[in-house]
C-alpha cells in the first residue's frame, strides 16, 4: 500500500509537463481545508514564520532605502509594501495550495534596488510604467514555454555581474554609516557578523533579525527614535498610480527588472525548490509572475518573483509533502504585515537614516557575495568584468541607467573574446 509521500513522487514522476510543456497542471483532486489542517504541524508553522520574519526585516529596509532616494512619501511606500506583501501572500497561497509545494513569493531585491538608482531622473509615475510593462513581458515569456531558454541564452556570470554591480552601493552605504553614526551601525554590524560565526546560535536567531533587535536597542539607547503623527492610520489604503510610459524609463529599466525576475529571482528560488526534492512549475510560475507583476503596479509595487532565500527557509525542516503547509502560514502572515503597512513604514521611518542603510546592506551582503562568486568564478570573466565596471560607473546615455548598459557591453565584450565559454555552455 502507497503512502502518501510515495503517491505524491508518484504523481511527481509523472508530472503533467511532458504532456503539456507550457501550462504544468496542479495536482488534482485539490485538497480539501480538512486535508490541509492535517498536514500542519509546528515545524512547519515556524519556519513560516521564520521566513515572514526574514521578509519583514532586510528586505523591507531595501525598500525604503531604495524609496528614500526617489523621495516617495510615506504614503506611497506604504502602498509599495502594501502590495508585495497582500498580493503576493494571495499567491502564495493559492499556488502553494493549488501544487502541493511550498511556492513563497515576494519581490525581486535586485530590481528594488535598480529602482531607486532610477528613481533619482526618473519620476514615480514613469517607474510605474515600467513596472507594467516588465509584467508584460514576464508574461510573454511564461507563456511561450521557453523559460529554460531564456535562462540559458543570458549567461549567468554576466547576470551576476549586473547584480553585483547594482547591490554595491548598498555594501558601501554600510560603511559610510558606520562612520556617520556608530552608536547605531556599529552594534548592527557586530551582532550580525557574531551570529554569522556561530551557527547554532543562527539556527534559531537568523543575523538578520539579531541585527535588526541589536539595532533597535541601539537607537532606543541613544535616543533616535522619533516617530511622527501624521494621522494616516494603521491599516493600509493603496494608492492608486497611473502610469506614465516614456522611451528612456521602458529602456532603463524593462529588460533588467525582467531579467531578474526570471534569470536572478525565479532561477534561484527554482534551485532551492529542486535541491529539497520539489518540482516547481517553472513556466507557470513565471507566468503568475507576469500578471501579478501586473497587478502590484497598480499600487506602485514592483514586480513578483518566486523567494529564493525565503522558500529555503520554508524547505528547512519536516516532511516534503506537508511543507507546502509552511508556505500558507508564510502567506497568511505576509497579509497581515500588508494590512497594516502603514504602521509598519512610520515605524521604519522614525529610525535613523543609518539604521535602515546598515541593516538593508547587511541583509545584501550574502547576495553580494554569491554575486561576485557567480560571475567570476568561472567562464565570461571578462565579460562579467565590464559588465561589473559599466554597473558601477552611474554611465547614463540616452536616458538609460548603468545597469542596461552593463548587460549590453559584457554580452558584446563575451561575444567577441570568450565565444569558446559561449559554446562549452549550450554543449551542457
Known sequence: MSTPESVADADEDSSPQGRNPIVERPHTPLLRPREVMRDFGGTYVVNGIVGLIFSASGPVAVILAAGSAGHLSAAQLSSWIFGVFVLNGIL????????????????????????????????????????????????????????????????????????????????????????????????????????????????????????????AVAVAITGGFHLGDDGSGWVATPVMQAPEFSTRALLELVIPLAVTVIVVQNGQGTAVLNAAGHRPPVNVVTMVCGVWSMAASAVGAISSCLAGPTNALLVAGGERRRQYTAALTFGVLAIGVGLFAPLFVDLMLAMPAAFIATVGGLALLGALQNSFRSAFGSGFTMGALVTFLVSISGLTFLNIGAAFWGLIAGLAVSWLLERDDFRAARQE
Open 92 to 215: 502564495t497561497i493559492v499556488t502553494s495550495w493549488a501544487y502541493r509545494m511550498p511556492l513563497a513569493f515576494a519581490w525581486t531585491i535586485p530590481g528594488t534596488v535598480l529602482v531607486g538608482a532610477s528613481l533619482k531622473h526618473l519620476s514615480w509615475a514613469e517607474v510605474v510604467g515600467a513596472f507594467l510593462v516588465t509584467g508584460a513581458l514576464i508574461l510573454l515569456v511564461g507563456a511561450t514555454g521557453r523559460v529554460r531558454n531564456v535562462m540559458a541564452a543570458l549567461p549567468t556570470p554576466i547576470v551576476m555581474a549586473m547584480v553585483a554591480g547594482v547591490f554595491l552601493q548598498f555594501g558601501v552605504d554600510v560603511v559610510k554609516s558606520v562612520g556617520t553614526d556608530p552608536a547605531v551601525a556599529v552594534p548592527i554590524v557586530v551582532v550580525f557578523f557574531l551570529l554569522q560565526g556561530h551557527t547554532a546560535v543562527a539556527r534559531w536567531m537568523p543575523p538578520i533579525i539579531g541585527a535588526v533587535l541589536a539595532g
